[in-house]
């Protein structure tokens, strides 16, 4: 399992986020976790305070007994077993920072739905940014700069490309000629119709 993939089954935010802010003592925790795993070994803390467990040493007791009863219906020579069991140890080498990552999560159920969206799509936008960054530019923005004009060298990645088509396309809607076009199509602003 890849990194993505495990963070699409979490139905949480990774904890060093900072849309889901976590103590040092929480980070260490997590950092005993293997990587391919953490989401969905943290998810059971989230469960647990959905359950109505209240308290962090509630939530860590509830996490205990999820795993020891996963455990005892998985395969002990399997991956899965494996990343449980290393969630049993780090429970039982870093307990305070269990209880602190509990906590966090306790904090983070308890905000409003819209407030724990408004987050995590803050954080998604951030990752998608930085993704972008990494990534060629495609041939369609390429396309696209040279039909909105672009005599710039071409852009180094995704993000400096849809950046720099933005620019354009905001200039040339403000033009004349994009004034012209947009009363002779009916539209006021963004895309609005009159």
């Known amino acids: 399992m890849t990194a993505a993939t495990s963070a699409e089954r979490s ?20 950092s005993n976790l293997p990587a391919d795993y953490a989401g969905a070994l943290l998810d059971s803390f989230h469960r647990a305070a959905r359950a109505g467990h209240d308290t962090p040493g509630a ?41 602190e990552y509990a906590d966090a999560v306790l904090d983070w159920n308890a905000l409003p739905p819209e407030e724990r969206a408004r987050r995590k799509e803050a954080q998604a936008a951030g990752y998608r940014q930085q993704r972008m960054a990494e990534l060629e530019p495609t041939g369609k923005q390429l396309d696209f700069l040279r039909t909105l004009g672009d005599e710039a060298p071409p852009p180094q990645n995704r993000a400096e490309a849809s950046q720099r088509i933005e620019e354009l396309k905001s200039r040339r809607s403000t033009t004349p000629f994009g004034q012209a076009f947009r009363e002779k199509a009916g539209l006021t602003g963004k895309g609005e119709q009159r």
């Open 11 to 30: 139905s949480e935010l990774e904890p060093a986020s900072g849309a889901f802010p976590i103590s040092d003592a929480a980070r260490l925790f997590h």
């Open 59 to 99: 939530v860590v007791a509830a996490v205990v007994h999820e795993v020891g009863n996963r455990l005892g219906r998985v395969d002990p020579h399997t991956p899965h077993a494996d990343a449980l069991n290393a969630l049993l140890a780090a429970l039982g080498q870093e307990p305070d920072g269990a209880r």
